[in-house]
């Protein structure tokens, strides 16, 4: 019996093998379709990307026809590459560069050899394609922006690269995926379904038919449609007050964390990155690297807050207990602290939380802040425990939004300080100037506006989000989730008191709107630039917080304008306006408004420029490329 066991096994293993191939090879056709078989052709068809719209149902987004010359090498036979290059107005050195890269993707599978012809270049090539074998083309779907604004926040789409198509099987040379923005977070979502048709050949090469009558065709099904948070008109109108000036703005709605505007400033035309000038065009914007209008400065810009942070370090002393709202401390204009240095306060008097807040006393909360530090044992304890505090306002970290970009500012901790100072020796005065928002501190226009959204919500808030709506699908539970701070609700109310007081008799009081209680804070920050080895000082960045109503707030506002001398110069009034126009729908203040519309900064960027460009010349020849390319875009829309 023992003898038989080894020849039965090899039988059985031989049937089951033989079953299989017989089972591979006649039964299942489908390995048919999946090797490169000269006798299928299989030909895409490619979805329209998922329509998106405002929070008000407004159309931002939708989709245009384009078509892509494909080109197969193997099937390339007998044509006249003269006459094809005169078709397409190309020239031969770009014929051949084409086919040799298609050679090295694959001699047997399809590449883009022209992509996104218009109607016209499709119409001529269609007339005499039959005469250019191993040629066809391919129809796809292009963007079509409905409007001019928010190129920050769609991005663009634009051809895979191999490192993507080794990472992802779904994509094909020449097929088309989100960068930036919304198109690639929600790319998977947007981009829908590729068909399949699996067409038949002869041995002379031509289409005969639908392989096994389409029996394995499958349809393309389009994206899924987003709903943004944003409010068009109010995005619309922070991009105009923005004009000829750079900074940041970031609207919220502090019971949701919807982001209602997310203005970035230089901006760009989002069609500028459609069609065949898509390269050469973001080639300009990527090399204009001191306007940086692909930067986005909302999400990526880390700048010190200023006094705006001194909203944080009052509600830190409540909560420590360092301080009541009757705590005060003496002003001279301005607080001494280690070894006789002198930090300047524009105040003078006795401070108090109120009005520490709203005539934004530098001595008040530098006294608050050490105050807090050097309630425990050690420096190293108080930076930390205070540190923690921040941080519970979504400051110093991602703050994990459904946008692909963003920087996490900076919160200094112990570790911060035992590396500035490895002999030790450091205290709260030594680094005071993290209570008024200067010093190691930075944070993101995203999450001052975030701040502000915890203060009107007196104590929560929840992930800033951009998508309000999937169409067939549900939003990450991770938006819908409450978030609490360190901060007792109790310490809230107090700190509200003088944020509206900041409007009605404080720093921002020329910027009051009728009917219309506001709450804010002005805040300047240091601008320093170091070129060649050597440091600029130029004008300080104005920086505004803000949320309203009062009672009941619908939206918090954060605004930053580089170089804008003060907080209630340039970004208050900014600030105010959008509020309002949120709220009431229509602006009242029309002086605040038209000086926005007119007041440029160009005057101080010039200056920033001739620094950069006495250093880096060729700077200049990429801005002068930028400015023609606009200019032809243009043109080409009237």
């Known amino acids: ?30 390995l048919k379709l999946k090797s490169e078989n000269n006798a299928i052709k299989k030909v895409f068809d490619f979805p329209e990307r998922g329509y998106i719209y405002d929070r008000n149902g407004k159309l931002l987004v939708a989709n245009q026809p384009s078509y892509d010359i494909m080109v197969i090498p193997r099937e390339i036979k007998n044509i006249d590459t003269l006459e094809l290059c005169n078709l397409l107005k190309i020239k031969k050195e770009y014929f051949i560069k084409k ?13 883009v050899f022209m992509s996104q012809l218009n109607k ?41 690269n191999e490192a993507i198509i080794n990472q992802n099987p779904y994509y094909n040379s020449g097929d088309l995926i989100g960068k930036q923005g919304v198109e690639q977070e929600y790319e998977e979502v947007l981009r829908g379904v590729k068909g399949i048709k699996y067409l038949l050949r002869d041995k002379h090469n031509k289409i005969i038919g639908p392989y096994k009558e389409g029996k394995f065709d499958t349809l393309s099904k389009q994206g899924n449609d987003l ?55 973001y080639t300009n914007l990527y090399r204009d690297s001191i306007a940086n209008p692909l930067f986005d400065r ?39 602290y280690g070894g006789g240095r002198f930090m300047i306060c524009h105040d003078a008097g006795y401070s108090r939380l109120n009005n520490g807040i709203y005539l934004s006393c530098n001595t008040y909360f530098c006294s608050v802040y050490r105050n807090t530090i050097d309630k425990f044992k050690n420096s190293s304890k108080g930076v930390d425990v205070w540190a923690n505090h921040v941080k519970s306002f979504g400051l110093g970290d991602y703050m994990g939004t459904d946008l692909p970009t963003g920087k996490k500012g900076n919160i200094p901790t112990s570790k911060t300080y ?65 978030h609490h701070t360190t901060i007792d609700t109790k310490y809230f109310d107090p700190m509200i008191q003088g944020l509206a007081d900041v409007y009605r008799i404080g720093t921002a009081k020329s910027l009051q709107v009728k009917d219309l209680e506001i709450c804010g804070k002005t805040g300047t920050a240091e601008n320093k630039i170091r070129v060649g080895g050597k440091t600029y000082q130029l004008k300080d960045h104005s920086i505004f917080v803000a949320f309203a109503p009062k009672e009941n707030p619908t ?84």
């Not at 019996?1 to 299989?20: C, E, F, G, Y």
């Not at 796809?140 to 920050?152: F, K, S, V």
């Open 1 to 30: 019996m023992r003898k038989l066991v080894l020849p039965i096994i090899i039988i059985i293993t031989s049937i089951i093998l033989i079953a299989r191939i017989f089972y591979l090879q006649v039964i299942d056709e489908t």
């Open 99 to 111: 086919i040799k890269k298609a050679i090295v993707y694959s001699p047997r599978l399809p590449s």
């Open 120 to 160: 016209r270049e499709y119409a001529s090539f269609q007339e005499k394609e039959r005469k250019f074998e191993g040629f066809y083309a391919q129809k796809r779907a292009l963007r079509d922006y409905q409007i001019q604004e928010g190129a920050n926040v769609f991005g663009f789409i634009t051809q895979v």
């Open 227 to 281: 709903t943004l948070t944003l409010d068009y008109e109010l995005q619309k109108y922070g991009t105009d007050l923005m004009i000829n000036k750079r900074g940041g703005i970031v609207a919220l709605e502090p019971k949701t964390g919807e982001i209602l505007a997310l203005v970035s400033a230089p901006t760009y035309d989002p069609a500028l990155l459609v069609g065949r000038q898509r390269s050469k065009n």
């Open 298 to 336: 909302g999400l990526l810009a880390q700048y010190p807050p200023g006094s705006p942070f001194k909203i944080i370090t009052g509600l830190i002393g409540l909560q420590e207990e360092v301080i009541t709202e009757e705590t005060g401390f003496s002003c001279n204009h301005g607080f001494s």
């Open 418 to 482: 035992e590396r500035i100072y490895p002999n030790g020796g450091w205290k709260g005065s030594t680094v005071i100037s993290n209570g008024i928002g200067q010093g190691e501190v930075l944070t993101t226009p995203l999450q001052l506006a975030n701040m502000m959204a915890v203060v009107a919500n007196k104590g929560y808030f929840y992930t800033p989000h951009i998508v309000k709506k999937i169409k067939g699908k549900t939003l990450d539970k991770k938006f819908t989730t409450k």
């Open 555 to 638: 939206i918090a506002i954060a605004v930053f304008v580089e170089n804008g001398y003060w907080g209630n110069r340039y970004a208050g009034p900014i600030a105010t306006l959008m509020v309002e126009k949120y709220i009431n729908g229509e602006v009242t203040r029309k002086d605040l408004e038209k000086r926005m519309f007119t007041e440029s900064l160009e005057s101080e960027y010039k200056k920033i420029e001739n620094i950069i460009y006495q250093r880096f010349p060729q700077q200049q020849k990429a801005k002068d490329s930028l400015t023609t390319n606009i200019a032809r875009k243009e043109e080409e829309v009237n």
